[in-house]
């Protein structure tokens, strides 16, 4: 079981649930993001106790390798650990984005995409989000959208509660809106273009640059009836919320406890507390398990057990 010290970002539009969230002594304001687990070059996380203390991700890799992630994902991604774990607080909203494919993403002279999904944490009342199209557009209806400021109108907006699941594949626009608190689960990749951002100016009287070519090329014009992920809230059991070559998720919402078996699995498994306390034993050791906590739990790893009264993210690669 390993355990990582937060990377808090301080942001603009940061709010102020991440540290209580997260029980942390700690007067930081406009608390954005707590990278929880990342190998992000420059923003990698450090392993906060046990006999790992003090080394950070991608030291870990370099020296576990496929013991850490697994043979296949060693195999696919060498020493780059492939997910980053974030949770972030909104208390504006963020500006409309949109990340390309891995296939585009090399077009355009980057390394790769980004898939992401968020889950829902308990948000302000009447918090919303965009993702996905709700009306066909070409990508020259699109410019002109961005131009005149009705880019929001061809949106799909859903309010956010508490257990809603968004999946955002490469391709998807989306933003997250004021008063949403989410958990997000992604591809290790920091490339994001930004499709408009409400004529706001920085604090030195600019309009943050928009990548509208860019974003044309990337977004996937394809209109769904629904954007949320649907999923029956069951307890004590895993229920699937997302599936995809970059991540499987699962939620569990525990009243008793419970033992996950990975011993088939070529896997790290990373768990992601959302929800009330509990304790984790893994490989001879015992953790206290509550909201707020995540976890990175080796590929060598064969059976982990939770009790108590939690509700978590199980995702895996």
């Known amino acids: 079981m390993i355990k990582f010290e937060p990377l808090l970002k301080q942001t603009l539009w940061g709010g102020d649930k991440i540290i209580p969230f997260k029980h942390l002594n700690d007067t930081l304001e406009n608390v954005g993001e707590s ?13 906060s106790e046990g006999e790992y203390k003090g080394k950070s991700l991608n030291q870990l890799v370099r020296e576990l390798k496929d013991k850490l992630v697994g043979q296949e994902n060693y195999e696919r991604f060498g020493d780059e650990f492939p997910l980053l774990i974030k949770f972030i607080d909104a208390r504006q909203d963020l500006s409309i984005q949109v990340h390309p494919t891995d296939e585009i993403a090399h077009r355009q002279g980057k390394t790769r ?6 889950y829902a944490l308990e948000s302000a009342p009447g918090a919303q989000l965009y993702n996905g199209l709700k009306q066909q557009i070409t990508p020259e209806q699109y410019k002109q959208m ?5 880019i929001t109108d061809a949106l799909a907006r859903y309010e956010v509660n508490e257990g809603d699941v968004f ?6 626009i989306h933003a997250i809106g004021a008063g949403c608190f989410v958990a997000e689960i992604q591809q290790t990749s920091d490339v994001t273009y930004r499709i408009y951002d409400f004529k706001r100016k920085d604090k030195n009287g600019n309009y943050r640059e928009l990548h509208t070519e860019l974003a044309a090329e990337s977004i996937d014009y394809t209109v769904l009836p ?11 059991e895993g229920v699937q919320v997302a599936t995809c070559p970059y991540f499987t998720t699962a939620i569990y919402d525990l009243t008793e406890p419970m033992t996950l078996d990975y011993t088939e699995l070529d896997s790290f498994v990373i768990l992601i507390a959302v929800k009330g306390e509990g304790t984790i034993k893994a490989n001879g050791q015992e953790t206290t398990f509550r909201m707020g906590d995540t976890i990175l739990q080796p590929a060598t790893t064969a059976e982990v057990k939770v009790s108590g009264e939690v509700k978590f993210l199980e995702t895996f690669v």
């Open 113 to 118: 995409g980004k898939t992401e999904m968020w």
């Open 167 to 172: 999946f955002i594949p490469a391709g998807r």
């Open 146 to 150: 961005v131009e005149n400021d009705t």
């Open 35 to 47: 990278w929880e687990i990342s190998g992000v070059k420059d923003n990698e996380t450090i392993v």
């Open 226 to 236: 629904n954007y949320r992920a649907e999923y029956e809230r069951t307890k004590n």
